[in-house]
């Protein structure tokens, strides 16, 4: 074992480890999340403007940013360095279980318990894709590291791979070719 700290809190719900430096992210059942630098078990800085649960953290790869979803249904994308919540993503109708920030795209993706997955654009502030089929809690979701692709694990005892290349080529203004019309993102299958 490297390092042990202590979160204070009855309950972590979600974790992520920052691309570069030493840190890592836990989001708490109090509503809390903690920075943390693992190398020498320091707490860094505390984020605490969730109302309840904060159950999903996702660092941006190159930004100073952090995302977080929770119960009380907010995604709230935070500047580290700046110390503060930058702004708040309003759409889901219950809890959000996973955030993640796209390794290229000024996206965010975000799972929750109202059977959707969403996509926002962090820079533009906006849902640019709301995608439905799940029938239970979305769990669990990822993007490819690599592809255009997106998967997404359900109470409905289901993992769904979706295409983002529609998408993509659309908030990127790409010529199309042979879409046909397909919705921005569909589950492959």
């Given at each position: 074992?490297?390092?042990?700290?202590?979160?204070?809190?009855?309950?972590?719900?979600?974790?992520?480890?920052?691309?570069?430096?030493?840190?890592?992210?836990?989001?708490?059942?109090?509503?809390?999340?903690?920075?943390?630098?693992?190398?020498?078990?320091?707490?860094?800085?505390?984020?605490?403007?969730?109302?309840?649960?904060?159950?999903?953290?996702?660092?941006?790869?190159?930004?100073?940013?952090?995302?977080?979803?929770?119960?009380?249904?907010?995604?709230?994308?935070?500047?580290?360095?700046?110390?503060?919540?930058?702004?708040?993503?309003?759409?889901?109708?219950?809890?959000?279980?996973?955030?993640?920030f796209h390794h290229?795209?000024?996206?965010?993706?975000?799972?929750?318990?109202?059977?959707?997955?969403?996509?926002?654009?962090?820079?533009?502030?906006t849902c640019i894709?709301?995608?439905?089929?799940?029938?239970?809690?979305?769990?669990?979701?990822?993007?490819?590291?690599?592809?255009?692709?997106?998967?997404?694990?359900?109470?409905?005892?289901?993992?769904?791979?979706?295409?983002?290349?529609?998408?993509?080529?659309?908030?990127?203004?790409?010529?199309?070719?042979?879409?046909?019309?397909?919705?921005?993102?569909?589950?492959?299958?």
């Amino acid at each position: 074992m490297l390092t042990k700290f202590e979160s204070k809190s009855a309950r972590v719900k979600g974790l992520a480890f920052h691309p570069v430096r030493p840190w890592v992210c836990s989001s708490l059942h109090n509503g809390v999340i903690q920075l943390w630098d693992y190398r020498v078990g320091t707490l860094l800085d505390k984020f605490e403007e969730h109302d309840g649960p904060v159950r999903g953290v996702h660092f941006h790869l190159s930004e100073p940013l952090l995302v977080s979803g929770g119960d009380d249904y907010k995604l709230k994308v935070w500047d580290y360095r700046l110390r503060r919540c930058m702004f708040t993503l309003l759409g889901h109708l219950d809890y959000i279980r996973t955030v993640q920030f796209h390794h290229e795209h000024p996206w965010i993706l975000s799972a929750s318990d109202d059977q959707t997955l969403r996509l926002w654009n962090w820079k533009e502030r906006t849902c640019i894709s709301v995608l439905t089929g799940h029938n239970h809690y979305v769990m669990a979701a990822s993007f490819h590291p690599s592809d255009d692709l997106i998967v997404s694990a359900s109470l409905d005892q289901t993992v769904r791979v979706w295409d983002t290349a529609g998408l993509r080529k659309k908030q990127t203004g790409e010529a199309d070719a042979g879409a046909g019309g397909l919705p921005p993102a569909s589950p492959m299958g």
